[in-house]
Nanobody, 115 residues
Framework: QVQLVESGGGLVQAGGSLRLSCVAS????????MGWFRQAPGKEREILAD??????TYYADSVKGRFTISRDNAKTVYLQMNSLKPEETAIYYC??????????WGQGTQVTVSS
């Protein structure tokens, strides 16, 4: 089992920045990678970025060049978000991939971008 706890959400003006953190505990060594997702009201959850143990990253086109995923050890993953837009208001989730699927999820952190 892997437990994930996100933090760092909040209210920010359009064009501003936030850094989200995700602290993992449990059998983190068994995971393939860690990812960040978001879900806005009335919309499907979408993947934003992913990072594996070797540091290889993936970004959705919608955030490429503005968001950066990183990790400083086996337990903590970050998402630096710059140039935020009002339409990016959503709940942001951290997830861990195990055997090819994101099976472990955090509780989410609210990000609100005001215009």
């Amino acid at each position: 089992q892997v437990q994930l706890v996100e933090s760092g959400g909040g209210l920010v003006q359009a064009g501003g920045s936030l850094r989200l953190s995700c602290v993992a505990s449990g059998r983190t060594f068994s995971t393939d990678s860690m990812g960040w997702f978001r879900q806005a009201p009335g919309k499907e959850r979408e993947i934003l970025a992913d990072i594996n143990w070797s540091g290889t990253t993936y970004y959705a086109d919608s955030v490429k060049g503005r968001f950066t995923i990183s990790r400083d050890n086996a337990k903590t993953v970050y998402l630096q978000m710059n140039s935020l837009k009002p339409e990016e208001t959503a709940i942001y989730y951290c997830a861990a991939k195990y055997r090819g699927a994101y099976v472990y999820w955090g509780q989410g952190t609210q990000v609100t971008v005001s215009s």
